[in-house]
């Protein structure tokens, strides 16, 4: 069974903290994605990473930075959290270059409070 | 610009009612591949079909049936017989040339008994 793995579930954070949202995927996919889902914003992207070391940003990378040291391996990073970045993440991962569906995760709600 | 367009925010009907749900998309690739997931409350997107810029033709898989249209950029999902197990939020997605998977802001589905 495929699977994409986020490290928690739901989080709460105090303002200014720096925050590691891990993801984990376990079907040697080369591409990696992190979004943040809002309610009547659909899912936006942040970073997306096609390789390990390898990192694009998305629509919406302002206040996040990423690391992709091992390919099954994607941290989110939030330097210092802020309450507009509370939000419902999701991870997802895809074979390079298939073109087929991305594997999501369950996502991590972040509260920062 | 890649962008995908989910007009419809919410949808209300009644189990037994058919239910479609549309999908603009915006690309300047020539090859490209449109996406549906549906995210039940439970949270995890779930992959429903892929459709690639190349085939036209529509398809079906039980209640479910997708209208591929390039003349007007649409990609429309259509339910049949709705349940109120269809009731959840679906995502109409676009992924480009260089990997990246844009999402529409989703419609919410809610089916009443």
């Known amino acids: 069974d495929v699977k994409v793995t986020q490290s928690s579930r739901y989080l709460v954070k105090r303002t200014g903290e720096k925050v590691f949202l891990e993801c984990v995927q376990d079907m040697d996919h080369e591409n990696m994605f992190w979004y943040r889902q809002d309610p009547g914003l659909g899912l936006r992207l942040i970073y997306f990473?096609?390789?390990?070391?390898?990192?694009e940003k998305g629509d919406i990378p302002e206040g996040y930075s990423v690391s992709r040291e091992k390919k099954e391996r994607f941290s989110l990073i939030l330097e210092s959290a802020s309450t507009n970045q509370t939000s419902m993440y999701l991870c997802a991962s895809s074979a390079r270059l298939a073109h087929t569906e991305a594997f999501f995760g369950q996502g991590t709600r972040l509260t920062v409070v | 610009a890649q962008k995908v367009t989910q007009a419809q925010t919410e949808i209300s009907v009644v189990e037994k009612e058919d239910v479609t749900l549309d999908c603009v998309y915006e690309t300047r690739d020539t090859t490209y591949y449109l996406f549906w997931y549906k995210q039940p409350p439970s949270g995890e997107l779930v992959f429903l079909i892929r459709r690639n810029s190349f085939d036209e033709q529509n398809e079906i898989s039980g209640r479910y049936s997708w209208n591929f249209q390039k003349s007007t950029s649409s990609f429309n999902f259509t339910i049949t017989a709705s349940q109120v197990v269809d009731s959840a939020v679906y995502f109409c997605a676009l992924l480009t040339n260089t990997d990246k998977l844009i999402f529409g802001t989703g419609t919410r589905l809610q089916v009443f008994p």
């Open positions: 990473s096609y390789d390990v070391k390898m990192k």
